[in-house]
C-alpha cells in the first residue's frame, strides 16, 4: 500500500477543499440529473455513490445504439467482444475477468439479464438498444451487490427505459451513413383513457456492414434487425400504479471482420519439414530453463518444438508486441457445407415485464416480475483462416484442423423481486426479497476436418477412425450442455442521519446460488465414416451423461458514511464486498461436466470520494479512490495431464487493484459546455502461481502446460507481480459541445467527442497487447422544437489501431509427435477484430 498513499493523499486534497461560492454565472447552474441507482429517484450529486448518467439527448444525438457505444461516453467502461458474438466481457474500472461470469451486471429497468456464455468466456446474452426507447443508461461502479442481486461484483449497467406518459407525442429517428447501414426508429406515447397511458417503439437496422470476404465479396460486420415493444401503465389512483411492457426482436448478423495473427508459420522449414517457423509477429521463448536451452532459443535459427521429437532445443513461438491486423490480411474461408458464406449469428429475444408498485405516505411497495426468452445460433468459421484440407506430405508434424463452429444457445430467465422501502424524517430503509432463475441450453454441432498432414494420421492415430478424403456427413449427433441456475436472496438496507450533515448506511445481502450442469459427453469434432460420436477411445471422454452441480452462500455487507459539508460538497467512505459464484468448466471442447469445478470469487473494495459543485454549480468536480483486495479470481489455464492438453478454470490466489477517477463537467459559457472523465487502475497479480494451483485444485493433472510456462517465463507459470488480462491503467474520455442561437427557433450544434484507453495486455502473461488508442467524433447540425438534422463522422481520424482482441488456439496447426506418450501441442494466435472505419453519415429526427 505504501506506493498507493501518494496518489491517495492528491485525490484526497483534490475533492475534499470546500467549494467557494462564485458571485456571477447562476444562469449558467446545470441542470440537476435525477437516478435511480439506489431504487429511488434521487440527485445524482447527492448520493454516495461513483456513476456515470448518459441522457436521453445524449443517446439521441450521439445515435448510441449498442453497449460498445456507451463504453465511448464513459471513463473506465470497456466493453470487450471475444471469440464469438455473444462472446461479451464489459469491464468497469479495470476489474477484468476472462473466465466465469461477467463482473459487471446489466439489468434493463432494475432486472438482471446477465448471463454466463458456456461455450466460450463472456457473458451471453446482450442488450439490443435500438430496440429501447431509452431515458438514460446508469454507469454504477463498485461492487453493488445488496442494490443489484446477483451480478453486480465490480459495477453494474443499467439502462432504464421511458414510461408511457399521458399527453401524446412521439419521434421519428432515422440515420444512414457512407456504409449503406440504414436505421429507423418510431416512438408514441400518449393516453388511451385518464387512467391508463401505452408507449409503443418500433426499430429496424439494416447495414452492408465495413468489410467484404476476400472469398466471395459478401459483408462483413453487417447485419438487419426488426423488432417492437408495447408498454402500458395504468394509474387508477394515487396509490397504485401498474406497468407492464412486452418486447420482441430478431436480429442477424453476417461474420466479424477478423485477422488471425499468427506465432507460427503453417508451413514448415526445417527438420525435415516436421517443424513450423516463428513470424513476425512472435517471440521464441525457452520452456526449459537450463543455460544451453536458453542459449539455443535465443539463436536466430532456433528449432520450434524439437523436443517433442525426442531433439533439443524446448523452444516455443509465443505472439508477443501490439495487436495487428488490416483488411488485407482477413483470410476467412466459406462454409465447408455450402461453399458460400457462413451464416453468422441470429439473435431472437422477447422480453415481459411487470412492476407493481403501492406508494404510502412513508413507504412505498413494489413487485417486479420479468421473464426473457432468448436464442442464439452461430454459425462461423471459427479457425480464422484459409488453410487447404490436406497437405499431401506424409509427416508427423502436418496436423490441423479446419472448423466451422455452430451453436445454438436457449436461455429462458426468469426474475421476480418483491421491494418495501421506507422513509422517515433521519431514517431511510429499504428490504428486498429476489429470486432469479435460469434455464441454459447450449447444443453444439461444430465441425472438424483433417487437413495438413492428412497421409500422416492413420500413424499418429493408429485406427481407421478419421478420413479426410469423405465427403461431410450430416448424421452425427449434436454436443449439448445444459445449466439450470437458481439464486434466491434477501437484501436489506438502513440509511440514519446522525445530524443533518453526517448519514451511515448500513446495508447487506444474503445469497444462494446453486448451478445444475448436465453433458451428454459427446465430443463432436471429427467428420467419421460412420458416427461423430467419440467417446472413450483413451483421451479424455467417457461415454454417457455426466451430471454435476455447485451450491454457494454468502453475505455481501455493504457499509458508508457520507458527510454533507455544505450545498456544494459531499464527501463519501464505502466498504463492500462481492461475491461470484463457483462454477464448472464448460470451454474445454467437450460435453463431459462431471469434473472441472472451481471456486467463487472474493472481492473487498474500500472507496473515499467526493462530490462538489463550483461557481454556482456551473461546474460539478467529483472524485475518488479506490483499493480492491481481490481474492481467488477465476482464470483459464491450459494444463497438462500427462495424455492431453486440457483447457480448465482454476482459482488464483490473490490480486489487488488501486485506482482514482475524476469527472469533470464545466458549462464554460451559456452555449458552451464540456466534460472530463479520467480513471486510473492499477491491477496486479500478487500470488498467482499455477504449478501450486493445478496441483491443488485440479484432479489427474500433474504439471502446467508447455503454453502456459512460455507465456510466463518461467516454469511454475507463475504470473505474480503482473498486470491483470485486458485492463488498461488509464482511461479517458473528453466532450465539447457549443450551442448557439442561429434564427429564431433554430439552435446550432457543434459537438467534439473523444474516449482513450492505454495499452491492455491479451493474456496474464503480459505478452502480446492491445496497443493505447484515442477515438474520437464530431457532429454538427441544427435543432428546432420539432425537428433535428445532424450530420456525424464516426472515427474521425480513421484510426485503425485494433481495439479487441483474444488469443485463440490456432486449430490449423498442431504439432503431432511419434514418439509414445508426447501429447500435440498447438500454437496459439491473435484473433484481432478489425475497427470500424470512419465512417461520414447523417441523424435526422423528427417530434410531434
Known amino acids: ?127 439490443n438498444l435500438r430496440l429501447m426507447d431509452l431515458e438514460r443508461v446508469e454507469v454504477v461502479k463498485g461492487p453493488q451487490s445488496v442494490l443489484y442481486g446477483r451480478s453486480a461484483f465490480s459495477g453494474a449497467v443499467n439502462y432504464v427505459t421511458k414510461r408511457p406518459e399521458q399527453e401524446f407525442s412521439g419521434n421519428v429517428d432515422v440515420m444512414y451513413d457512407e456504409h449503406d447501414s440504414a436505421e429507423l426508429r418510431l416512438g408514441v406515447t400518449g393516453g388511451l383513457t385518464d387512467t391508463l397511458a401505452a408507449r409503443v417503439n418500433l426499430a429496424a437496422w439494416d447495414s452492408d456492414g465495413w468489410y ?31 406497468y407492464t411492457k412486452l418486447s420482441y426482436s430478431d436480429e442477424e448478423y453476417t461474420p466479424t471482420a477478423r485477422v488471425f495473427d499468427l506465432s507460427a508459420t503453417a508451413n514448415r522449414d526445417g527438420f525435415l519439414g516436421l517443424l513450423p517457423s516463428a513470424t513476425d509477429s512472435a517471440t521464441v521463448v525457452p520452456i526449459a530453463f537450463d543455460a544451453a536451452n536458453v542459449a539455443a532459443c535465443a539463436a536466430p535459427d532456433a528449432a520450434l518444438y524439437a523436443d517433442l521429437f525426442g531433439a533439443s532445443p524446448a523452444c516455443r513461438p509465443i505472439s508477443s508486441g501490439k495487436a495487428r491486423g488490416k483488411e488485407s490480411q482477413i483470410d476467412l474461408s466459406t462454409d465447408p ?26 413507504m412505498e411497495f413494489r413487485s417486479i416480475t420479468a421473464f426473457t426468452d432468448n436464442e442464439i445460433q452461430t454459425v462461423e468459421d471459427i479457425d480464422f483462416t484459409d488453410y487447404d484440407l490436406i497437405d499431401p506430405r506424409p509427416f508427423f508434424g502436418q496436423i490441423g484442423f479446419s472448423t466451422r463452429a455452430d451453436i445454438n444457445h436457449q436461455t429462458e430467465q426468469l426474475s421476480q423481486e ?47 477412425l478419421f478420413d479426410p478424403t469423405l465427403a461431410p456427413s450430416l448424421d452425427l449427433q449434436s454436443s449439448t450442455i445444459s445449466r439450470e441456475t437458481e439464486h434466491t436472496s434477501i437484501a436489506a438496507s438502513i440509511s440514519y442521519a446522525l445530524s443533518d450533515d453526517l448519514s451511515i448506511t ?41 451430471k454435476n452441480s455447485v451450491s454457494e452462500s454468502q453475505f455481501v455487507p455493504r457499509a458508508s458514511i457520507d458527510w454533507t459539508i455544505n450545498d456544494d460538497a459531499l464527501m463519501y467512505f464505502t466498504y463492500s464486498e462481492g461475491f461470484k459464484p463457483g462454477g464448472i468448466t464448460t470451454v474445454d471442447a467437450d460435453s463431459d461436466v462431471s469434473e472441472g469445478e472451481f471456486e467463487s470469487e472474493q472481492l473487498k473494495s474500500y472507496e473515499l470520494g467526493a462530490k462538489t459543485s463550483w461557481l454556482d454549480k456551473s461546474v460539478f468536480l467529483n472524485g475518488a479512490v479506490f483499493f480492491y483486495d481481490y481474492t481467488d479470481q477465476q482464470v483459464p489455464v491450459s494444463a497438462s495431464n500427462g495424455a492431453v492438453a486440457v483447457s480448465k478454470v482454476v482459482n488464483a490466489g490473490e490480486s489487488e487493484l488501486f485506482g482514482a477517477e475524476f469527472d469533470l463537467t464545466w458549462q464554460v459559457t451559456e452555449g458552451f459546455s ?17 504449478r501450486e494451483i493445478t496441483e491443488e485444485n485440479i484432479s489427474g493433472i500433474a504439471s502446467v502446460s508447455n503454453h502456459n510456462i512460455a507465456i510466463s517465463g518461467n516454469e511454475d507459470g507463475d504470473f505474480s507481480g503482473n498486470q491483470f488480462a485486458l485492463s488498461a491503467k488509464h482511461a479517458a474520455t473528453l466532450s465539447l459541445r457549443y450551442e448557439q442561437i442561429i434564427a429564431s427557433g433554430m439552435n446550432g450544434i457543434i459537438e467534439l467527442n473523444g474516449s482513450y484507453l492505454s495499452k491492455r495486455y491479451l493474456s496474464d ?42 488469443s485463440n488456439t490456432d486449430f490449423g496447426n498442431f504439432i503431432a509427435s511419434p514418439v509414445p506418450g508426447v501429447q500435440p501441442e498447438q500454437p496459439r494466435a491473435i484473433n484481432a477484430r478489425l475497427p470500424q472505419p470512419r465512417t461520414v453519415g447523417a441523424r435526422f429526427t423528427y417530434r410531434f
Not at 487502475?681 to 500470488?687: A, C, L, N, W
Open 1 to 127: 500500500m505504501k506506493k498507493y498513499f501518494p496518489y491517495i493523499a492528491v485525490a484526497i486534497s483534490g475533492t475534499a477543499v470546500v467549494p467557494s461560492m462564485a458571485q456571477e454565472g447562476a444562469s449558467l447552474a446545470i441542470e440537476e440529473i435525477i437516478v435511480t441507482a439506489r431504487k429511488t429517484e434521487e440527485n445524482l450529486q447527492s448520493i454516495p455513490i461513483a456513476l456515470d448518467a448518459i441522457s436521453p439527448t445524449m443517446i439521441s444525438e450521439r445515435g448510441i445504439s449498442n453497449v460498445e457505444d456507451v463504453a465511448q461516453y464513459s471513463a473506465g467502461l470497456v466493453f470487450d467482444s471475444g471469440l464469438l458474438p455473444n462472446d461479451t466481457r464489459p469491464v468497469i474500472r479495470g476489474l477484468s475477468s476472462s473466465r466465469g461470469r461477467a463482473n459487471v451486471a446489466t439489468l434493463i429497468d432494475d432486472v438482471d439479464v446477465t448471463s454466463e456464455a458456456m461455450t466460450t468466456g463472456g457473458g451471453g446474452i446482450t442488450a
Open 418 to 464: 418483491f421491494r418495501v422501502l421506507g422513509y422517515t424524517d433521519n431514517v431511510d430503509w429499504f428490504i428486498s426479497a429476489l429470486y432469479w432463475k435460469e434455464e441454459m441450453d447450449t447444443i453444439q454441432d461444430d465441425l472438424f476436418w483433417w487437413r495438413n498432414g492428412g497421409t500422416s494420421i492413420p500413424v499418429v492415430v493408429p485406427n481407421p
Open 674 to 690: 464540456a466534460q472530463l472523465g479520467y480513471v486510473y487502475s492499477d491491477t496486479e497479480y500478487t500470488e498467482y502461481n499455477l
Open 765 to 806: 502473461g503480459n505478452n502480446a497487447y492491445l496497443p493505447s488508442h484515442d477515438i474520437w467524433s464530431f457532429q454538427t447540425g441544427v435543432d428546432t422544437e420539432q425537428w433535428r438534422v445532424l450530420l456525424f463522422v464516426d472515427n474521425l481520424l480513421d484510426d485503425d489501431t485494433i481495439r479487441s482482441a483474444t
Open 506 to 546: 448500513i446495508e447487506g445481502r444474503y445469497l444462494e446460488e446453486d448451478l445444475d450442469y448436465t453433458g451428454n459427453n459427446i465430443f463432436r469434432g471429427f467428420y467419421t465414416a460412420s458416427s461423430g460420436t467419440i467417446c472413450n477411445i483413451g483421451i479424455d471422454f467417457p461415454c454417457g451423461t455426466s
Open 337 to 362: 457445407l455450402t461453399g458460400k458464406d457462413f451464416a453468422g449469428t441470429e439473435v431472437e429475444t422477447f422480453r415481459a415485464h411487470l412492476d407493481l408498485r403501492w406508494e404510502f405516505e412513508e
Open 212 to 242: 467484404e470476404h476476400p472469398q466471395t465479396g459478401g459483408e462483413l460486420n453487417g447485419g438487419e434487425s426488426f423488432g417492437g415493444s408495447l408498454a402500458f401503465e395504468w394509474l387508477p389512483d394515487d396509490v397504485f400504479t401498474a
